[in-house]
Nanobody, 115 residues
Framework: QVQPVESGGGLVQPGGSLRLSCAAS????????ISWYRQVPGKQRELVAT???????SYADSVKGRFTISRDNTKNTVYLQMNSLKPEDTAVYYC?????????WGQGTQVTVSS
């Protein structure tokens, strides 16, 4: 079973940028649908962006035009480039990877947007 590993979180000022990475092992990586979710305490986990095995992407309305999801199958990695960050983007960001069904979750990486 695939085990995604997130990295790249941290503290950034409003208006700044961060790039998150989601790495997953296995020769079937190119077949995975990869999604980024985020969660703040007391709220449900929110879908942020998805990239399919064919490279199609989709985004939550709240991040359209600011976030970009991409994949590099040669590195078994999916990226989430986050620009023009806002305080409301503060959350733990999780990667979900799978071919079908509910997929597998990573451990999460904290993103804090604050001055």
């Amino acid at each position: 079973q695939v085990q995604p590993v997130e990295s790249g979180g941290g503290l950034v000022q409003p208006g700044g940028s961060l790039r998150l990475s989601c790495a997953a092992s296995g020769s079937a990586f190119r077949l995975y649908r990869i999604s980024w979710y985020r969660q703040v305490p007391g709220k449900q986990r929110e879908l942020v962006a998805t990239i399919t095995s064919g490279g199609s992407t989709s985004y939550a309305d709240s991040v359209k035009g600011r976030f970009t999801i991409s994949r590099d199958n040669t590195k078994n990695t999916v990226y989430l480039q986050m620009n023009s960050l806002k305080p409301e983007d503060t959350a733990v960001y999780y990667c979900n990877a799978g071919i079908s069904g509910s997929g597998s979750w990573g451990q999460g990486t904290q993103v804090t947007v604050s001055s």
